[in-house]
C-alpha cells in the first residue's frame, strides 16, 4: 500500500506540491493501493493560514523573464539542507532527470495540470529502469524562482521537507519555463537497494 499526499503551499508566486510512498519490500507494484490523504488539497498563505481548494492558484499573469536554474543548481541547495540535518547527500540520476524533465514539461505546456499527474506511470518507469526500488517521492513546485529559493519553499512546507529528508540515495530534478514566463519545478526522489 502507499500514500498520495497532495499540497499546495502559494506565497509570492510559488505553489508547491508533494506526493510520496513507499513500496513494502517484495510487494509487487501492481498489488498497491492508493489511498488519499484526508481527499482535501490544502492552500496555505504566506502567513500559515489555509483554506481547502480543488486545484493550483493562480498568482499573476505578468512575469518577467527569468534564468531557468538546472538540476545540479538545485541539488546543491537540496544536498546543503539534507547535510545539515545529518542525512547523506543525493546523487542525480540521468533517468530520473529526463522523467523529471518530462513531467516539467507537460505542466509547462499545460497537458498535464499541475500537479502530480501520471505520478504511478513515472515510478513505474524509473524502477523499471533502475530496478530495486523501495521509496519514491516527489515535490513540484510553480513560480519565479531561482535554486535557492525553490529549495528554501519546499523546506518551509513540512510535506515537501519530509521528502527532502528521507530515506532516498538517487534523485532527478527539472525546471522547465512555460511560454508565460512561470517556471515549473519537478524533483523526484528514489531509494535504490544495493
Sequence with gaps: MYMKKLSYYPAALLILAQLSFT??????????????TGGVTTAISANGGGVAMGGP????DAYAPMDIPSSEQILIYVNKFRAQNGKPALTLNKDMDETAG????????GTVPFGHDNFELRFK??????????????????GMMNAEQVVNAWIHSPQ??????????LTGIAAVQASNGQIYFTEIFAHQQP
Design 125 to 142: 518507469y524509473v524502477a523499471a529502469k533502475l530496478g530495486r526500488i523501495d521509496e519514491f517521492a516527489e515535490n513540484v513546485a510553480m
Design 57 to 60: 492558484v493562480k498568482l499573476c
Design 160 to 169: 515537501h521537507r519530509e521528502n527532502m529528508l528521507g530515506p532516498y540515495n
Design 23 to 36: 513500496v513494502p519490500a517484495r510487494a509487487p507494484v501492481a498489488d498497491t493501493a492508493v489511498t488519499t
Design 102 to 109: 518530462i513531467h516539467s514539461q507537460a505542466m509547462a505546456k
